[in-house]
């Protein structure tokens, strides 16, 4: 299984970025996706995560109201990851995940990509 992010750059506070990740190879059936993210000298934390469906969405709280977490409605191999109001507190790496369930628990993830940098300037 491979997961590919896309989608980081830099942006000033306030602006937006969207970010994708596309699944491929033997993956589960009805498997979720998630965000997690790791910001320079901190721990990876969860941001979001999503059911196969859509159906189930869940978001960390410091990113509530801010960001959304979708599937492609053509192919749910691809999770979106909208971030509006970003806010350099949102400087980190974000990392795409596979898990068999839905969770947002980064041990029960099975597969990660590699990351991409989302960097936000004040």
């Known amino acids: 299984v491979q997961l590919v992010e896309s989608g980081g750059g830099l942006v000033q506070a306030g602006g937006s970025l969207r970010l994708s990740c596309a699944a491929s190879?033997?993956?589960?059936?009805?498997?979720?996706l998630a965000w997690f993210r790791q910001a320079p000298g901190k721990e990876r934390e969860f941001v979001a995560a999503?059911?196969?469906?859509?159906?189930?969405?869940?978001l960390a709280d410091s990113v509530r109201g801010r960001f959304t977490i979708s599937r492609d409605n053509a192919n749910k191999n691809i999770v979106y990851l909208q971030m509006n109001r970003l806010k350099p507190e949102d400087t980190a790496v974000y990392y795409c995940?596979?898990?068999?369930?839905?969770?947002?628990?980064?041990?029960?993830?099975?597969?990660w990509g590699k990351g991409t940098l989302v960097t936000v300037s004040s």
């Open positions: 995940a596979l898990s068999a369930t839905t969770t947002t628990d980064a041990r029960r993830m099975d597969y």
């Open positions: 190879g033997r993956t589960f059936s009805n498997y979720g």
């Open positions: 999503v059911s196969w469906s859509a159906g189930l969405q869940y």
